[in-house]
């Protein structure tokens, strides 16, 4: 599909929450249900927005995690300095929804999404995406329009080895076009240590994360002896908030998985030890008892089209010590531990996903809920975009 006809669905997808008519309980729900706890979802964007601001940090919070406007527009009401995007498709939605500002985190080497973000800038003056090369650009100083202007970071990589540069002369020279450049605006850099969000221990990722750091500080001043001293310094994430914060260099951080939280994340670890637990799980998937073969153990309606994994399964909220695993594309398997009570066919079974943002790309919506009583859907509306 031409790239000019999926940027038309896009703008076209629904992204406004649907009220039910009247609340019906988490039971009556179509499993596998992907459900919102509304009011812990509430008290972790305010916990970590007042966190930040404690600290003297803004909140760039990731949008790749949720992928829906509507909690996009709850964090920058809640003071966030801007959303992030992983991807131009999922960028497309959220302006289109009203979200101006949006820093797109990856770089574009296409000629077709250049021109897409170039299209951006005529609806939002608050748009900025990252460099890491010179023919990305090239691309944007070719499709930008004139009479706009898009905000530049530059992609510093230290030792991830995924996207970014490590080349000092790379990095002025981006740095020096931007900021002579009448179309772009040269706004500071971008520094995301993805590998160290799922360290174990706190004291461990406190020491690789603060090690890394302090090579971007080292860039920092040297880009300010050149008279290019980032007004912005973005990265971070959920699993070094309270470390990254510590920073001076620091502007903001691009926490995401924060207000949902996830089985990965629970397992990496807290400051004072034991689970990290500094947010809650405001994000399960419920799914229905609905077939029991052997003793022991009893199936759901959930399986590989339900929850995403990298490391770990889904942990079972409903049966206390009870296991989940995998038994295939649609079903799940609960085994439960020796003299649990048989669960109930028919019945829910609830789970902490074990990764909540690729586990959220596999469903159209949130089915939001308080006391159990759930009231509105609202859509993924950037379900997808994986462009």
């Keep these: 599909m031409p790239y000019s006809q999926a940027v038309k669905r896009l703008t076209e997808r629904e992204w406004r929450p649907v009220a039910l008519t009247e609340p019906v ?7 596998p249900a992907l459900v919102i706890d509304e009011l812990a979802l509430e008290r972790n964007l305010k916990r970590m927005a007042d966190y930040l601001a404690e600290k003297g940090k803004g909140l760039r919070p990731h949008a790749k995690t949720h992928k829906c406007p509507i909690i996009a527009q709850r964090q920058l009401a809640l003071g966030a300095v801007g959303v992030c995007a992983a991807k131009v498709s999922e960028a497309v939605v959220l302006v289109n929804s009203g979200v101006d500002a949006v820093l797109i985190t990856s770089a574009v ?3 077709a999404k250049a021109e897409i973000v170039g299209e951006l800038c005529r609806k939002t003056d608050q748009l900025m995406i990252v460099v890491d090369s010179d023919l990305g650009l090239e691309l944007l100083l070719r499709y930008v329009p004139a009479g706009t202007q898009l905000g530049i970071l530059v992609d510093v990589d230290v030792s991830m ?8 002369t790379q990095i002025i020279l981006l740095a020096e076009r931007c900021a002579n450049s009448t179309n772009l605006r040269y706004c500071g850099i971008q520094h995301y240590a993805g590998h160290l969000m799922h360290v174990e221990g706190y004291a461990k990722r406190r020491e690789k994360s603060l090690a ?16 290019l001293a980032p007004e912005i310094v973005t990265g971070a994430g959920t699993g070094t908030y309270n470390i990254d914060c510590d920073v001076p260099e620091i502007t903001d951080l691009q926490a995401g998985s924060y207000l949902f ?14 689970l990290f637990d500094d947010f809650e799980v405001s994000l399960s998937v419920v799914t229905t008892a609905i077939s029991q073969p052997v003793a022991g153990a009893i199936t759901v309606d959930g399986g590989y089209k339900a929850f995403a994994s990298d490391t770990v399964n889904p942990e079972p909220m409903t049966i206390a010590g009870s296991k989940f695993r995998f038994g295939g594309d649609e079903h799940g398997i609960v085994i439960l ?21 690729p586990t959220v790309n596999l469903h159209d919506g949130y089915w939001v809920c308080n006391d159990g009583l759930v009231h509105s859907f609202w859509p993924i509306a950037a379900r997808g975009c994986s462009w």
Excluded: N
């Excluded at 080895?161 to 000092?168: M, N, P, S």
């Excluded at 890394?212 to 008279?227: F, P």
């Design 25 to 31: 309980p988490i039971e009556q729900l179509p499993t």
């Design 109 to 111: 080497l296409s000629e």
């Design 161 to 168: 080895g995924r996207t970014g540069t490590r080349d000092e």
């Design 212 to 227: 890394l750091w302090q090579r971007i500080s080292e860039i920092c001043e040297m880009l300010g002896d050149r008279g």
């Design 261 to 274: 939280m996830d089985q990965e994340y629970r397992l990496i670890g807290a400051e004072l030890g034991g």
């Design 337 to 357: 531990k020796e003299g649990t009570q048989e669960p109930v066919l028919g019945g829910i079974q609830r789970f902490i996903t074990p990764h909540c943002d």
